[in-house]
Every structure is written in C-alpha cells, then in structure tokens.
C-alpha cells in the first residue's frame, strides 16, 4: 500500500460495521494519558498544522503521544522530540500499528474505521469540515454512503466551530463537541504600523487548487485595483500558481514565521471562501493586526462580527469586494479600528485555553474501556 491507499479505503463500504462499543468504567480521570493520532496527510496544510500543534504541546505536558501513518514526517513543522512518530510500510495494514492507548484519535473519516479495528483504545473522530460537510451535492452517492458509514462508528466527536458542529448533527445525526483552533503567540502577534505609508499591503492565503477558496476572483479584483491604488500583493500559496500575472509573485510555502512576519506588514486580508470549518488563517491575520475582508465562511462565525472586527463580503459578488477594499484605503481610520478589533477577539484563541479544554475532554474518554468482537461477531470485554 503506498500513500494512495487511503484513496483506495475510503470506498471500501463495509456497511455492516459497527459502531464501537464503549462503557464507562472509571470515576477518576488519569492525570497523564497516552494518545495516539491517526492521520492520513501530514503535508503542509492549516489541518495538519492544528493536529501537529496539539500533539507536541500535549507531549510537552508530559502525556505520551503517538502519530500513526503512512505519510512523510512534517519537516516544515517543529515538531516536539517527545512526539512518538511512527511511519507504517506501506504495504502493512496501519490499525497494526496503532499503540494500546488511552484515546485513538481519527483525524479523518477515512481513517475512522482502521482506527476502530485496531481495538487499542477508544475512539475519537476529529471532524476539520470538507466536502462531506459543506459540499454535499458534489459528491457522488457511494462516496455519500461511505462517508456516512464511518461517522456513524466512533463513540466521540470533536470539531473546531459550532458551525461544523451544526453540520454534523444536520447531515449524520451525530452529536460533537467544540474546542476552538488558537493561535501560536510566538510566530503571530501584532507590531505597531506606520500609518502614513502609502502602498497598501494586501495578503491572501490559499492555493488555486483548492476551488472552493475563489483565489481567481480576488486576483482579478486586485488586478483592477492596482489601476488606481498602490498595492502589495502576498499570496501565500501550498503550490506554484499557473494562473495570473500575480502568480509570478507567489509565495510558496514559507515557513511559519515568514507568514507571520508577512501579515504583520499587511493592511488588509482577504479570505473569499466558500466555506471553512474555522479559518485559522483568517484569525492569525486579525492577531498580527490586519483588517479582515471575508466572505460568510461559516466557521468565522465564532468570532467574526460584521462592521466591528471584519467586513463581511457576498459570494462572487467583484463589485462587493472591490467596494469594501476601496472602503479600507480611502477610509485609514476605519482600517486602524476594525484591525484593532480583530486583536482584541483574536486574543481569546489562546493555546493555553484549547489545550486546558483538550485535556479534560481526552480524559474524559479516557474513562471508558472498549467491547471488541470476536470472530463470531459478539461483543466482549477488551482488556486495556
């Protein structure tokens, strides 16, 4: 099995799987837990980077962490040496692997059902949004049944936003729980501006790849902006652009402190998604101190409000973007007060809020033991 093969599984249907079965048999929470994450993409994405981020502060607060995988090892994230990273073959089944854990956390819903097979501990799905929550129409019907198979599996739910959270209960009839994204003060943090500087520095974050972001309409926006007004383009990409003249300006995958360094010079930020389960990029550029333009994302709903902290924007409306961009510069005040916002709700988003509320909720779950099957299909006791 190469790294395809998750593609591979996540059409195995398998419709007769069970949900795993869980029974609370401890009162007291374990101080320090072991922890094992499930994931099936460790390349440069805001998910990975959330997932990499809990699992080196979790290990550096002394619970023993495991990251199960056939993919590469992150080296564009500093990734904590108390980590326990374990890299399968790819032709071995992954739920070989997995250590006997305290909790088993899915990362994906491809993964959810390996988890499960594995028997080495209680489940956790964490739900990051996709097509299967917000693009629903677009997938085919088998990929529909499959994906609704497996999210019906695991005991635990968790997600970033109440909007992904509505989502799921909407679509699967499943309940999660929230614990918000945050930010790392040490890469994002704001610096004082020059307020007189002529040129206006604008960022996007988001590959062209990646439709449901709408990058070509930003790019042309700002392409007829640059007819009137003195703009710095920063487009953040994961891939070398093919479109656009501005594409040649690209910057491709940077490091984390040059996106913070980038936003910290930026006037205004741009996100033109369709939807996001949260929007972290979003929330860092409010953190370093820039003015937020965004479309009504869905997850931004946490922490977004119109007119105070961000402009909100309509989906594929040019005009209405051009007007709130045009709206910032001539109007410097207004830029100053919204950033100024956006500061002060982006520190809510700590790490050392997200990781408190991670704790509890994983030891939580750590208080159940597993009812595993045996080959004549009866649930008995697992042993942990």
């Known amino acids: 099995m190469d790294i395809n093969g998750w593609e591979r599984l996540e059409l195995e249907t398998n419709a007769n799987a069970e949900p795993q079965r869980v029974e609370k048999v401890d009162s007291e929470a374990k101080d320090k837990l072991e922890i094992t994450y499930i994931m099936v993409w460790t390349k440069v994405c805001g998910g990975s980077k959330i997932i990499l981020e809990y699992a080196s502060r979790l290990a550096k607060k002394g619970h023993k962490i495991n990251i199960v995988t056939y993919d590469e090892y992150p080296t564009w994230y500093p990734l904590s040496d108390k980590v326990n990273f374990i890299r399968v073959p790819n032709d071995e089944d992954i739920e070989n692997y997995v250590p006997k854990s305290d909790v088993v956390v899915a990362t994906s819903w491809k993964c959810i059902r390996k988890a499960i097979e594995s028997n080495k501990g209680p489940v956790a799905f964490f739900e990051q949004g996709g097509s299967h929550l917000f693009e629903l129409d677009k997938l085919s019907e088998r990929k529909r049944e499959v994906v609704a198979n497996r ?184 830029m100053y007060r919204i950033a100024k916002d956006g500061k002060e709700t982006a520190s809510r988003f700590n790490w050392d809020n997200s990781i408190k509320d991670m704790e509890e909720y994983f030891r939580e779950i750590a208080k159940y033991k597993v009812e595993r099957v045996n080959e004549k299909g009866e649930f008995e006791d697992n042993d942990r």
Not at 202 to 210: A, H, L, M, P, Q
Not at 215 to 229: A, M, N, T
Not at 320 to 329: A, N
């Open 151 to 334: 999210i019906k599996l695991p005991p635990f739910i968790y997600t970033v936003s109440q909007y992904s959270a509505d989502k799921i209960k909407e679509i699967y009839g499943k309940d999660s729980s929230v614990i918000y994204n945050a930010l790392e003060s040490s890469i994002f943090y704001p610096r004082e501006k020059e307020r007189e500087a002529k040129d206006i520095s604008i960022t996007i974050v988001g590959s062209e790849d990646f439709k449901f972001k709408n990058i070509g309409e930003i790019l042309e926006v700002i392409r007829k902006l640059k007819g009137k007004y003195q703009i710095k383009l920063n487009w953040i990409t994961q891939t070398k652009p093919t479109i656009n003249e501005e594409g040649k300006e690209a910057i491709v995958n940077p490091p984390q402190k040059i996106i913070g360094d980038i936003l910290r010079d930026t006037d205004i930020y741009i996100c033109n998604s369709e939807y996001e389960s949260f929007g972290l990029p979003t929330l860092e550029a409010m953190t370093c101190g820039a003015a937020v333009i965004t479309t009504d994302t869905g997850g931004m709903r946490d922490f977004v409000v119109d007119g105070e902290n961000a402009l909100v924007i309509k989906h594929h409306n040019e005009d209405d973007m051009m007007e709130k961009i045009e709206r910032l510069i001539k109007d410097r005040e207004l």
